[in-house]
């Protein structure tokens, strides 16, 4: 994803991108050098800056709809570039590149479900992985990953749909009229799956603390 450049996205730690993760970024095509072009084209400038403002938005989210963190970077990829190739479909109408760009995650989250079902992998080829990107053992980071764990793990329970109206509203902070209008859906159906998807959830996190 990077070209070049090594800095850390605005808010990968936040969202919990392990350094073994934004590593492997640099050795990915660049999207910078694709989006970027000419200093001059102001199109490309203006697609460079959401890319840089928004990459942590959408890492985190793919990972909340059920994107593995083994392959979030290769979709995140994909998210911008499919973007890129759309960009002149991207129109302001007030509430900013994020529910343009949510959109497109939501398609690309989806497709990797499917590709999973259509390609199951060995069962715990993914605990490696993740086992191995967790850098210091310290007991707060550990615990701080096993919670995110159980919160992927309990989200993996709702379906997507719910899945995202809860992920808009809980993390991203959003309010219905804004879920409503980047989902494209009615504003009671909003509250609705709200309703069911906190149900959902508050059972399965209480299953995985009762086993």
């Known amino acids: 994803m990077e070209d070049a450049v090594t800095d850390v996205p605005a808010g990968a730690h936040e969202v919990g991108i392990s ?22 084209d102001a199109r490309a400038r203006a697609f460079r800056s959401i890319y840089d403002a928004q990459v942590a938005f959408v890492w985190r989210n793919l990972r909340r709809l059920g994107v593995r963190e083994c392959e979030v970077d290769d979709r995140t990829q994909e998210v911008f570039v499919i973007a890129h190739r759309r960009f002149h479909e991207f129109e302001e109408r007030g509430h900013g590149p994020r529910a343009w760009l949510f959109q497109i995650v939501l398609r690309v989250a989806s497709g990797a479900r499917r590709h999973r079902r259509r390609h199951p992998e060995v069962a715990d080829g993914n605990g490696v992985i993740d086992r191995e990107s967790v850098d210091a053992p310290q007991a707060d980071a550990v615990e701080r990953r096993e919670q995110l764990s159980r919160l992927d793990a309990a989200l993996g329970t709702v379906a997507l749909g ?46 995985g603390s009762h086993p």
């Open 162 to 207: 719910r899945r995202a109206v809860l992920v808009l509203h809980e993390i991203e902070e959003m309010t219905a009229p804004e879920i409503a209008n980047v989902l494209g859906i009615p504003l009671n159906t909003v509250y609705s799956r709200l309703r069911v998807a906190r149900l959902e959830l508050e059972q399965a996190l209480a299953r």
């Open 19 to 40: 350094p073994a993760l934004l590593g492997a970024r640099a050795s990915q095509p660049s999207l910078r050098a694709v989006a970027v072009g000419s200093p001059a």
